[in-house]
C-alpha cells in the first residue's frame, strides 16, 4: 500500500505541479492579451478530458488498446493522409482539422499509436538471429515510414524525429547485435553526408526533391546558430529581464503558450518557476527510467521506452530552444504548452502505463 501511495506520487505531483503552472500562464495571457483570450477555459477543459480519457484507458485495461493496435494505427495512418486534403494550414503546415470549437492534429496521435503498434508487433519477436534480426530492423522501419512520409507532405519536422526516435528507443530495448548499430550509424553518416553536400553545393537539386516549405524549415534549423530569429529574441529578452520571484512584466513573445512557454513563465513567475519545472521533469525522468529497468516485460519494456524518448526528447528541445541552445522545430513542452491534441496524446500515454508502473 505504502509502495502504491509513494508510486503516485512521484507521478502525479509533479504532473499536476506543470500543469498548475501551465494553467496559471494560460490565466494571465488570457487576460493580458485578446488574441489569447479562451486559452485558459481551452487549456483547463484538455487537462480535464485528458484525466477522464487516462481513466477510461485504464478502466477498458491496456491489453485491449494492444491488441486493437495495428487498427488504431491504420486509422491514424488515413487521418494523416485526409488532412493533406482538408486540413488547416497553419504556419505553413497543413496538419490540423479544424472544427468549431478545437483543432486535432493527427501527427501528434500518430506518436501514441505508433509506439502502441510497434510495442505490440515487435515484442513477439524473440529469435536473434542475422535473418531475424534484420526482419525486425526492416519491420521497424516500415511502420515508421509510413506515417513519416505523410507527416513529411505537411510539413511536420518535429514529428517525424520524433516517430524515429521513438523507433530507435523500441530497438535499444530489444537487444539487437552491435554489429547492427555500427551499419545503421554508417548508413546515417552517408545519408548526412549526402544531404550536406546538396544542401550546401546543390539547393536546387535538394528542393526539387523535398520541397520548397520543408527546404525552408530544414535552412531554418541549420542556421539557427546565427540566432536572427525574432521569436528566440524576445523569448530571450523576456528571460533576461526577469526576477527571481513573479513579476508580472509584459515581453511580446510569439508562440509564447506554445513553442516558448518557458520564456513565458519565467517572465509570469519568475526564475524561481523554471527551477520548479525542472525539478518536476528530473522526478519524471528518474521514475520512468527506474521503472523500465526495472521491469521484466519486453512489451511494457518497448512501450515505455518509446515514450520516454520522446518525453525526454521534448524537455531537451523545447527548453534548449527557449534559451537559444537548440534550432526551433515546434515541439511543445509535455503538461506545460498550450495545446489540446498534445495534452490528451500524453495522457492517453499514460492510461497504459500506469497499471504497470503500479505492479512494476
Same mark, same amino acid.
Given at each position: 500500500m505504502k509502495r502504491k501511495i509513494f508510486n503516485n506520487i512521484y507521478l502525479f505531483l509533479p504532473i499536476i505541479t506543470l500543469i498548475i503552472i501551465s494553467l496559471l500562464n494560460m490565466f494571465y495571457i488570457s487576460k493580458t492579451s485578446s488574441i489569447y483570450h479562451n486559452y485558459f477555459f481551452k487549456q483547463s477543459l484538455w487537462f480535464f478530458l485528458g484525466f477522464l480519457i487516462m481513466f477510461l484507458i485504464i478502466k477498458i485495461k491496456p491489453k485491449y488498446f494492444f491488441k486493437l493496435s495495428k487498427y488504431l494505427y491504420f486509422f491514424n495512418v488515413l487521418l494523416l493522409i485526409l488532412v493533406l486534403f482538408f486540413g488547416k494550414t497553419v504556419n505553413g503546415s497543413k496538419a490540423w482539422f479544424d472544427f468549431y470549437f478545437f483543432s486535432f492534429q493527427p501527427s501528434e496521435l500518430m506518436k501514441f499509436t505508433l509506439t502502441l503498434y +510497434?510495442?505490440?508487433? +515487435?515484442?513477439s519477436e524473440k529469435s536473434h538471429t542475422f535473418k531475424s534480426e534484420l526482419q525486425f530492423l526492416l519491420k521497424s522501419l516500415f511502420i515508421t515510414l509510413v506515417p513519416s512520409l505523410f507527416v513529411f507532405l505537411e510539413p511536420d519536422t518535429g514529428a517525424i524525429i520524433i516517430y524515429f526516435l521513438i523507433m530507435l528507443g523500441i530497438i535499444f530495448i530489444y537487444k539487437i547485435n552491435k554489429k547492427w548499430y555500427i551499419i545503421i550509424s554508417l548508413f546515417l553518416i552517408a545519408f548526412l553526408s549526402l544531404f550536406a553536400y546538396l544542401y550546401y553545393f546543390n539547393q536546387d537539386l535538394l528542393i526539387s526533391i523535398i520541397g520548397t516549405s520543408f527546404f525552408y524549415r530544414i535552412d531554418r534549423i541549420l542556421s539557427f546558430v546565427n540566432k536572427d530569429s525574432f521569436q528566440l529574441?524576445?523569448? *530571450?529578452?523576456a528571460i533576461g529581464t526577469s526576477k527571481? *520571484?513573479?513579476t508580472h512584466h509584459q515581453v511580446y513573445i510569439p508562440e509564447a503558450p506554445t513553442d516558448f512557454i518557458i520564456a513565458l513563465t519565467i517572465s509570469n513567475l519568475g526564475i524561481i518557476s523554471f527551477i520548479i519545472i525542472l525539478l518536476a521533469f528530473l522526478i519524471l525522468d528518474i521514475y520512468f527510467l527506474y521503472h523500465? =529497468?526495472?521491469?521484466?516485460? +519486453?512489451? =511494457?519494456?518497448m512501450f515505455l521506452s518509446g515514450f520516454l524518448i520522446m #518525453?525526454? #526528447?521534448?524537455?531537451?528541445?523545447n527548453i534548449g530552444m527557449n534559451l537559444g541552445l537548440f534550432p526551433i522545430i515546434g515541439l511543445? +513542452?509535455? =503538461?506545460l504548452s498550450y495545446g489540446g491534441t498534445n495534452i490528451l496524446?500524453? =495522457?492517453?500515454f499514460l492510461g497504459i502505463l500506469y497499471p504497470k508502473l503500479q505492479k512494476n
Open positions: +510497434l510495442a505490440e508487433k +515487435l515484442s529574441d524576445r523569448a *530571450l529578452i527571481i *520571484l513573479p523500465l =529497468f526495472s521491469s521484466h516485460n +519486453l512489451k =511494457f519494456k #518525453f525526454i #526528447f521534448a524537455q531537451i528541445q511543445p +513542452l509535455p =503538461f496524446v500524453y =495522457f492517453m
